[in-house]
């Protein structure tokens, strides 16, 4: 069965950090580009970062929402079958559910991105 879990959401004071994981069952993630998505009350859903395919190489390429740059970090661990997101320097507006899917590529729009997880919930409040 192919699926996609996220975790490690929570509340958290602003300029705190989390990481969340998204880990797959029943296929290997290096095979697609994996994106972050997250979607606050009211908004609609945006990308906030993607991580390529390894392709034989030691890194992946990465891209991510101008208002995350130098804040948010996304990773894979090809080995644990799992691609995080880390996220420092928090504010309120960071404040969504977040959700991890799987594309061809990274340039995809977001109705390519064929498999998602279930979401979870980051807030950031003091």
């Known amino acids: 069965q192919v699926q996609l879990v996220e975790s490690g959401g929570g509340l958290v004071q602003p300029g705190g950090s989390l990481r969340l994981s998204c880990s797959a069952s029943?296929?290997?993630?290096?095979?697609?580009?994996i994106g972050w998505f997250r979607q606050a009350p009211g908004k609609l859903r945006e990308g906030v970062a993607c991580?390529?395919?390894?392709?034989?190489?030691?890194?992946?390429?990465?891209r991510y929402v101008d208002s995350v740059k130098g804040r948010f970090t996304i990773s894979r661990d090809n080995a644990k079958n799992t691609v995080y997101l880390q996220m420092n320097s928090l504010k309120p507006e960071d404040t969504a559910v977040y959700y991890c899917?799987?594309?061809?590529?990274?340039?995809?729009?977001?109705?390519?991105?064929?498999?998602w997880g279930q979401g979870t919930q980051v807030a950031v409040s003091s």
């Open positions: 899917a799987t594309a061809g590529f990274c340039g995809a729009a977001q109705d390519e991105f064929d498999y």
């Open positions: 029943g296929f290997t993630l290096d095979y697609y580009a």
């Open positions: 991580i390529g395919t390894t392709e034989g190489r030691s890194y992946s390429n990465a």
